[in-house]
């Protein structure tokens, strides 16, 4: 960035923490409401504090580049199902769930159990869901150091994912630490609105830029994933340039046999993650539970669900155009993953016919490989390669040391495969090869190990745009920039706090130190902030190995799995089925704790929203016949703690049924009877 978009950048950022300390000054942690006042901003929040707290808490670099990132592959606008989905799912929190948990003056969602069954649900969930929040910290460090080495390496620069993680990982732990929720609400406000404008701005200046291109690329197939590469006249409008480009890929409702997110899914699948995520889960409902009444509760979520239908043309639009415009940028980002894969693919077939191995390669060695070939160049260790940049996707740049340490690691009978679509368009020699490789391999061995490669890395989306499209000079960059740092901080601050909030008030206080005083937990949770930051530094870098995936957005959604179809289970059965004994709660939870990975193990090739449902049924069922057997002799009673006023919105329901017609028009537009058909 340039001296203006430094300038702009800094100055964003002081004022949003400026903003955040400033409002949350003068909190009495000292007082008998010390853990109120820090965890939950003394329950004092407004609707628009909490409208613009909830889709800042949300939308992170986990959406803006694991979002775009899956837009770029062959979903393309199918992946915005999680953002419209979510603005019905959140209408219903609205006005089926949120009366509930602010009649019982809760702080936690694991204490709601306590609440409706017993101690053992409370702990089970506490425990759970501090497990996947460390994931979730991880993922959204992750692609924040992602964004920030794509940056990087467009201007020639190496920038390592440990390095990038630990300089969000600390900004975001000195930023909550620091004010708790009431700074964090604050500061979402500001981050929020920015979030959005700064998305309108990638978009405009993409479509500028699909104008004037000479050559774009698009997937005219979403079964196959197959690319082609288009010519336009310099007359061509970027609009009838991206229709022609990406009609196949507006289109809601993917193939049922779609890896990642068939339409099935969206029968039942994907609502599961939605109810569970905008209903339960702690660092999203920790707004709603700082509501300073139940009608200002109500109108901040319709509020966050009218903007959740904007957030598409904000994210996915722009991934979409990022793949029209940078193609080959993504498949040459792929190639410092698929270089390890491959220097073992040599180990397993010294005799391809298609990769091969260059050492000390010269430039024009390098420039002059066919598409139809792949060249490791192998440099001695004492070259400094992290300058270099391959000149195309079948070129990977490995030190030897590397290259040796690739070709030691493998170990026993190994499959080379791709998860991504578009692999075998982009690499047709080599696809043609592997699966002749492959059909050897397993021929001859019953277990196998399997390495996976990648065609393009669809996740470096949103670094392209930033890199390629915003003008110099103008300080848009700098703005950009600084609302999607913003974004990281805002989501690693609401998952930190509820973190440390989940770990002080259902674990130490409830089971270690209950005689804890108020200014004893907040101490508490501030230390609980800074040791899930370092965890999250740590974890972050992992997610970068293409063995997990090539989308760490599919990564987040599918290991929340191991908890979501349980926890709503068990929340929708306690409160529509009163008679249901205490014990069901523990039941349903290890339902899915061990069905869930139980299937994936057994049925490996069945969607995970797929799974999710399946397990959300057992679960039910369970929890059905031991009310059967066992019911209760009196319904559960929900007895009112009157900690805020519980009278409802009228306006907010009005607004609500507004938001599920606009959704239900959405649909329709971006399917085979409007744009896609």
């Given amino acids: 960035m340039n001296p203006v978009d430094l300038t702009v950048f800094f100055l964003f950022v002081v004022a949003v923490i400026t903003v955040g300390i400033w409002k949350s000054r003068g909190e009495e942690l000292q007082s008998d409401h010390a853990a109120s006042d820090y965890f939950l901003a003394g329950r004092g929040l407004k609707w628009w504090l909490i409208g613009f707290s909830l889709i800042a808490a949300n939308i992170s670099t986990e959406q803006f580049v694991g979002m775009s990132g899956n837009a770029a592959s062959h979903i393309g606008m199918a992946i915005a199902s999680y953002e419209w989905m979510a603005a019905v799912t959140l209408v219903v929190v609205a006005f ?11 702080y936690t969602m694991p204490e709601f159990l306590e609440y409706r069954y017993n101690s053992g649900a409370r702990i089970i969930m506490a425990g759970a869901t501090v497990f996947i929040y460390l994931l979730l910290l991880g993922a959204v460090t992750y692609s924040g150091a992602l964004t920030i080495r794509t940056i990087a390496a467009e201007r020639g620069m190496d920038i390592s994912l440990q390095a990038g993680a630990l300089v969000i990982g600390l900004i975001a732990m000195v930023y909550v630490i620091a004010g708790g929720l009431k700074a964090c609400a604050w500061a979402d406000l500001i981050q929020g609105s920015a979030l959005i404008i700064g998305g309108g701005i990638i978009m ?31 007359e061509t409008g970027a609009m009838t340039r991206f229709m022609e480009l990406n009609s196949t890929r507006l289109n809601m409702f993917l193939p049922s046999t779609d890896s990642t997110l068939p339409w099935t899914a969206l029968l039942l699948g994907l609502w599961i993650p939605n109810f569970y995520y905008w209903g339960l889960n702690q660092y999203i409902t920790q707004r709603t ?16 669900a009218f903007m959740k239908l904007l957030i598409p043309f904000v994210i996915v639009i722009p991934g979409l155009m990022a793949f029209n415009l940078f193609a080959g940028n993504m498949q040459v980002a792929a190639a410092k993953d698929n270089g390890p894969v491959l220097a073992k693919y040599l180990a397993a077939n010294p005799q391809s016919e298609v990769v091969s191995v260059l050492t000390s390669p010269s430039e024009a060695a ?12 192998v440099y001695p260790d004492s070259h400094d390669i992290t300058r270099a940049k391959a000149p195309g996707g079948n070129v990977f740049l490995l030190s030897e040391s590397d290259f040796n340490a690739a070709q030691a690691d493998l170990s026993g009978p190994t499959v080379f495969i791709s998860d991504d679509y578009a692999f075998a368009s982009a690499n047709p020699a080599l696809a043609r090869e592997l699966e002749t490789f492959n059909a050897t391999v397993r021929a001859a061995n019953k277990n196998v190990a399997t390495e996976k490669l990648l065609g393009y890395k669809y996740d470096t989306a949103l670094g392209q745009l930033l890199s390629n499209v915003l003008p110099r000079g103008t300080g848009l ?6 609302a999607l740092l913003g974004a990281v ?8 706090n509820a973190a440390s909030t989940i770990f002080s008030m259902d674990i130490f206080k409830k089971y270690i130190r209950p005689e804890a005083s108020q200014s004893s937990i907040v101490v508490l949770g501030r230390i609980m902030v800074a040791a899930f930051a370092v965890i999250a530094v740590i974890v972050a870098p992992l997610l970068g190995n293409p063995k997990i995936s090539n989308s760490i957005f599919t990564v987040i959604q599918e290991g929340q799995g191991l908890i979501s179809p349980g926890i709503l289970a068990v929340f929708a059965f306690g409160l529509l089925v009163h008679k249901g004994p205490r014990i069901c709660g523990v039941a349903g939870l290890l339902t899915n704790i061990i069905a869930y990975p139980m299937l994936k193990f057994v049925f490996p090739d069945v969607n995970f929203l797929n799974r999710m449902a399946v397990c959300f049924f057992l679960c039910l069922l369970v929890m059905t016949v031991i009310t059967v057997l066992r019911p209760l002799p009196k319904p559960v009673a929900f007895e009112a703690k009157n900690v805020v006023a ?8 009005t607004a609500g049924i507004g938001v599920v017609i606009l959704t239900v028009l959405l649909y329709i537009t971006f399917s085979p009877l409007g744009i896609a058909g």
């Fill in 96 to 106: 089926a769930f949120l009366p509930y948990f602010l009649r019982a003056g809760i």
């Fill in 204 to 234: 405009f200046f993409s479509f500028q830029m699909l104008g004037n291109a000479d050559s774009l690329a698009g997937i005219t197939d979403a079964r196959t994933g197959e690319v082609v590469i288009r010519e336009f006249s310099p």
């Fill in 289 to 304: 539970l700082g509501s300073a009444s139940l009608a200002e509760g109500q109108k901040g979520i319709v509020f966050a």
């Fill in 366 to 377: 390098l420039l002059s490989v066919p598409e139809n070939r792949y060249v490791l160049a």
């Fill in 477 to 482: 960059l700098g703005f950009v920039m600084a």
């Fill in 489 to 496: 901080v805002s989501s690693l601050a609401a998952m930190l």
């Fill in 646 to 653: 519980l009278e409802s919105s009228k306006g907010a329901r």
